[in-house]
């Protein structure tokens, strides 16, 4: 689908790793090593504002989420089998057809689409949780992204984002670092003038009228090569933002 928000380029390299979205070990380790806590953060904070029991079985039963550029599904199958009514949206088409082949493997009940969120808005679609995760750096209409992305929102409904800072530290680790250095990305999958800091995210998010309801930063650990929640927001952070009911 087209959209003057969608980079070309981006939507040609993560086509190019569909087949291995779902390789622990492949291009999207550090996504799987980092699924936890955006999970995590998912749960607790739509139940916080929902006023859900985040131990429960099925804590997001019901709830309708979209997952804008949800890839190969890595993010939208452990939502689902939280209980909520997962739509996942992706350009690329393979990684679409990944998504689904793997969903369809598992039992799950994921509508994949190779659909853009302004079109989805359009068509007059709206959700109790909108998700675009790992996906704002990578678009190249930021602000007309973010507006189709607040629009998607129900009153009362509630907006995650996570993506990378504007700095020095995050040149030096999530670039230099993890695409040059360690390898953990393949190279050229970030472009430091497309990070965003926290308030330039909650000044766009504010324009489309919703407000921030919590921040925080994300950090690695390499002693257990695992990532956690932080007050350091250097680097990654994640935040929600919620639409007045």
């Known amino acids: 689908m087209t959209s003057?928000?969608?980079?070309?380029d981006e939507v040609a390299?993560?086509?190019?790793?569909?087949?291995?979205?779902?390789?622990?070990?492949g291009p999207m380790r550090v996504l799987?090593?980092?699924?936890?806590?955006?999970?995590?953060?998912?749960?607790d904070e739509v139940c916080r504002i929902f006023d859900r029991d985040p131990a429960a079985p099925f804590p997001l039963d019901g709830l309708s989420i979209v997952d804008i550029g949800?890839?190969?599904?890595?993010l939208s199958e452990p939502l689902a089998r939280l209980g909520a009514r997962v739509t996942g949206l992706d350009p690329a088409t393979a990684n679409v057809a990944a998504a689904r082949a793997h969903a369809a493997a598992e039992g799950l009940a994921i509508?994949?689409?190779?659909?853009?969120?302004?079109?989805?808005?359009?068509?007059?679609?709206?959700f109790d949780v909108v998700?675009?995760?790992?996906?704002?750096?990578?678009?190249a209409d930021r602000a007309g992204f973010l507006r189709a992305t607040c629009a998607a929102v129900k009153p009362g409904g509630l907006l995650f984002a996570a993506t990378l800072n504007r700095t020095m530290r995050s040149f030096a680790l999530a670039i230099v670092g993890a695409e040059y250095v360690l390898g953990w990305l393949p190279r050229g999958t970030h472009?430091?003038?497309?990070f965003v800091t926290p308030a330039e995210l909650r000044a766009d998010l504010a324009a489309g009228g919703l407000r921030v309801t919590d921040t925080t930063g994300v950090a690695y650990n390499?002693?257990?090569?695992?990532?956690?929640?932080?007050?350091?927001?250097?680097?990654?952070?994640?935040?929600?933002?919620?639409?007045?009911a």
């Not at 003057?4 to 070309?8: G, K, L, T, V």
């Open 4 to 8: 003057a928000s969608i980079d070309r």
């Open 13 to 25: 390299r993560f086509d190019a790793l569909a087949a291995r979205w779902w390789d622990e070990r």
């Open 32 to 43: 799987h090593r980092f699924n936890p806590v955006r999970v995590g953060y998912i749960r």
């Open 70 to 74: 949800c890839g190969g599904g890595v």
């Open 111 to 126: 509508d994949y689409r190779d659909e853009t969120i302004e079109v989805v808005v359009a068509r007059g679609e709206r």
């Open 131 to 139: 998700l675009a995760m790992e996906v704002v750096e990578h678009v």
């Open 191 to 194: 472009d430091w003038e497309k």
């Open 222 to 244: 390499p002693l257990g090569d695992s990532w956690r929640a932080s007050r350091d927001t250097g680097v990654n952070y994640m935040l929600a933002a919620q639409r007045p």
